[in-house]
């Protein structure tokens, strides 16, 4: 059972970002502080306020935001709350989607866009530099290396501490190293959704943060597996999810969010649960069977 007294994400064990931005494995998505369909305001700002700043006081050091969260809603929040900021705290944000309602996306990876985008989180954040700043996704209209080039110029004007990718496959990643170091990526991942497993194990054999979203899948048949576990540990579902995650690669950062304070602090204890390694293997396996089953 997990102790939920004394909490603090250290427990989770520490990794180093891009040579020098230790932090706190859990960390904190900052994308459902805002409205319903990720669209304006939180229905309770003042939740929101106080959920920001209990992160901090568990030891979060790792907070993930974007400037289409909102758009622009989630970063004013994360600087409203937490301004000036803790000198240990990371703030990796985004840019490359437009937001034309809610709970609508769409692309623009265009370098304009990009440098407009990467300057209005400056405002809102009240920096000079983000420390990572990831391309939230590849676009399809616009040249990859023309959006990452973007960025590298961005960096070079003392913009951007790093440079990080999100929802991108390996290729990906390796056409961009070679234009800038990367220092992150952010893909869906989970015991039960492992399409990025192999840019897991790249990202492990190139000291790249791997940032997993939707930590608990989508299949009924993974909330299932891993509400025995849950039961046996006397934990949650998500806490279990979590600690899979950290148990997978010491390069996995999760980054749950939430509006919650109850269920930040649950999210946070997760780093202090054992998973036995026969729970580890068995959710390993859930819609993802192996490699000698795979044919």
């Not at 954040?125 to 939230?136: E, F, G």
Request: hydrophobic share 40%; proline share 6%.
């Amino acid at each position: 059972m997990i102790q939920e007294q004394m909490l603090s994400a250290a427990a989770s064990g520490v990794f180093t970002i891009g040579g020098d931005l230790t932090v706190n494995r859990i960390g904190y998505g900052a994308m459902r502080i805002t409205g319903q369909g990720i669209w304006g305001p939180p229905a309770d700002k003042a939740a929101a306020i106080a959920t920001l700043r209990r992160t901090v006081e568990l030891g979060v050091n790792l907070i993930d935001t974007a400037d289409s969260y909102g758009p622009g809603t989630s970063e004013e929040l994360i600087a409203q709350a937490l301004y000036p900021y803790p000198a240990d705290l990371v703030i990796a944000t985004k840019g490359g989607w437009e937001r034309p309602g809610p709970g609508q996306w769409t692309h623009n990876a265009s370098p304009k866009h990009l440098t407009e985008a990467l300057e209005g989180s400056l405002k809102r954040l009240h920096l000079d530099r983000v420390d990572i700043y990831q391309l939230h996704a590849p676009d399809n209209a616009v040249s990859f290396e023309a959006s990452v080039e973007a960025l590298a110029k961005l960096r070079g004007q003392g913009k951007i501490r790093h440079v990080a990718l999100s929802n991108v496959t390996r290729e990906h990643i390796e056409r961009a190293r070679r234009i800038v170091p990367i220092v992150s990526v952010q893909n869906r991942y989970s015991f039960a959704d492992r399409e990025s497993d192999f840019i897991v194990d790249y990202c492990e054999q190139n000291g790249i943060a791997f940032l997993p979203w939707a930590p608990l899948g989508q299949a009924k048949e993974a909330h299932e597996a891993i509400k025995k576990v849950a039961n046996e540990l006397r934990a949650t579902p998500l806490q279990v999810a979590l600690a899979w995650l950290l148990k997978r690669s010491n390069v996995i950062l999760p980054i749950p969010g939430t509006s919650s304070i109850k269920h930040l602090e649950e999210n946070i204890a997760a780093g202090t649960l054992e998973l036995p390694q026969i729970a580890y293997d068995q959710l390993a396996t859930v819609n993802h069977p192996p490699a000698s089953l795979r044919g």
